[in-house]
């Protein structure tokens, strides 16, 4: 799977984990919505969550930005719009924040959905608290990729939800 990052700019580069990800050819960062090749684009927004059915696109997108710049239309890239289902962070900044991954999150999480744990492996490999996010994740990440499709992957999501009140998923209008 091709890793592509919109890249923005905006925040700590040096906390950025996808400009870590481009030092390690791990990922390619573009610098315009236009150049950023169309994939699987990773949205918190997006109205549906991503499932083993979307194994068979080559190329996953996040954009990089700021979680203060994110807003709906900074997502507005070529592709196919998913949301993550509820997965927890295990980066130092938004540790143990339900929704709020960071880039290497995102893709290593899509990765593991998809059926590419190795990748997804190779990636958090790069990063000190890397393996805390398998172990933080590990029985929603079996499950959801033991999913048929969205439906599926949702209907698991609701569990922890449930279990988790305050969690809602980003993008998600709480009225
Ligand atoms: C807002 S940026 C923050 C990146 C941070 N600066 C870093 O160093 O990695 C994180 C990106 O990961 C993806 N992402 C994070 N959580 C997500 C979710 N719940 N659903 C879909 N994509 C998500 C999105 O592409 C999002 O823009």
Redesign the pocket.
């Known amino acids: 799977m091709e890793l592509h ?2 890249y923005e700019g905006d ?2 580069p040096e ?6 990800l481009a030092r390690f050819d791990l990922a390619e960062l573009h610098r315009s919505a236009r150049e950023t090749p169309p994939g699987i ?4 927004f ?1 109205d549906r969550a ?1 499932s083993p059915a979307d194994a068979d696109h080559t190329a996953l ?7 203060e ?2 807003e709906k239309t ?2 507005e890239l070529q592709g196919t719009p ?4 509820f ?1 927890v ?1 295990a ?1 130092p ?1 938004n540790y143990g924040q ?10 290593a ?2 990765l593991c959905i998809l059926g590419e744990r190795e990748h997804a492996e190779r990636l958090l490999s790069k990063f000190r608290w890397g393996h805390t996010f398998l172990e933080l994740n590990e029985e929603p990440l079996a499950r959801y990729a033991a999913c048929a499709d969205s439906e599926a992957v949702v209907k698991i999501q609701e569990e922890y939800l449930d279990a988790e009140p305050e969690a809602t ?2 993008g998600s209008d709480p009225s």
């Open positions: 990052v919109r925040d700590d906390k950025c984990s996808a400009r870590k684009v990773l949205n918190p997006a991503l997108v996040a954009l990089d930005c700021s979680w710049s994110a900074a997502f998913r949301a993550l289902p997965l962070a980066n900044v339900p929704f709020q991954l960071n880039t290497v999150e995102a893709f999480g899509a998923p980003a």
